[in-house]
T-cell receptor, first 115, second 114 residues
């Protein structure tokens, strides 16, 4: 069964460092997302990406965050200068058709710990 | 913005019993209501969803009911099994054709005792 894969599974970084989280969405999917889940809290939308540009972003997704699809398979989330409060599980997701309701396929997540 | 409230936060049942989890939402423009199951160390996985033009949807032991007037929807699991133990999240879309931007509830930890 096709799946969304994320790397790394866990990253520990010092405050102020740059972090890049990587995702390989399902190959025929067109719409890509990042969500995050702070420990013990709800899953929160960060950003959606379609046709090589950001479609929507939340208030959380400030200038410290950026997304990129550098090639035909990878989708990355970059945090320029990490803060303690960026510690969370980051989930990448993808879907087939952005204009119709359907399943969002989530990866298993990348746990980011900022010290 | 959208506000989604989910109850209860924890639910403990005996194997074979039914479990019901409820969510309320605030934005009347929302028209897509999925439920996700999250097992330990994994990402959320869709288990059932419903659109606003339908009042109920069933898939084997799982069903979802929607009351658009009251802005609430519920997940029903019948004949629960220990493997149903997980965290369950309801979610709501932003309305219109924005199906990927979801607002999640706080989650319900379901424990099914053998």
């Amino acid at each position: 069964e096709p799946e969304v894969t994320q790397t790394p599974s866990h990253q520990v970084t010092q405050m102020g460092q740059e972090v890049i989280l990587r995702c390989v969405p399902i190959s025929n999917h067109l719409y890509f997302y990042w969500y995050r889940q702070i420990l013990g809290q709800k899953v929160e939308f960060l950003v959606s990406f379609y046709n090589n540009e950001i479609s929507e972003k939340s208030e959380i997704f400030d200038d410290q965050f950026s997304v990129e699809r550098p090639d035909g398979s990878n989708f990355t989330l970059k945090i320029r200068s990490t803060k303690l409060e960026d510690s969370a599980m980051y989930f990448c997701a993808s879907s087939v058709d952005p204009s119709a309701p359907g399943e969002l396929f989530f990866g298993e997540g990348s746990r980011l710990t900022v010290l | 913005g959208e506000n989604v409230e989910q109850h209860p936060s924890t639910l403990s049942v005996q194997e074979g019993d039914s479990a019901v989890i409820k969510c309320t939402y605030s934005d009347s423009a929302s028209n897509y209501f999925p439920w996700y199951k999250q097992e330990l160390g994994k990402g959320p996985q869709l288990i059932i969803d419903i659109r606003s033009n339908v009042g109920e949807k069933k898939d084997q032991r799982i069903a979802v009911t929607l009351n658009k007037t009251a802005k609430h929807f519920s997940l029903h699991i019948t004949e629960t099994q220990p493997e149903d133990s997980a965290v369950y999240f309801c979610a709501v879309n932003a309305g219109g054709t924005s199906y990927g931007k979801l607002t999640f509830g706080q989650g319900t930890i379901l424990t099914v005792h053998p």
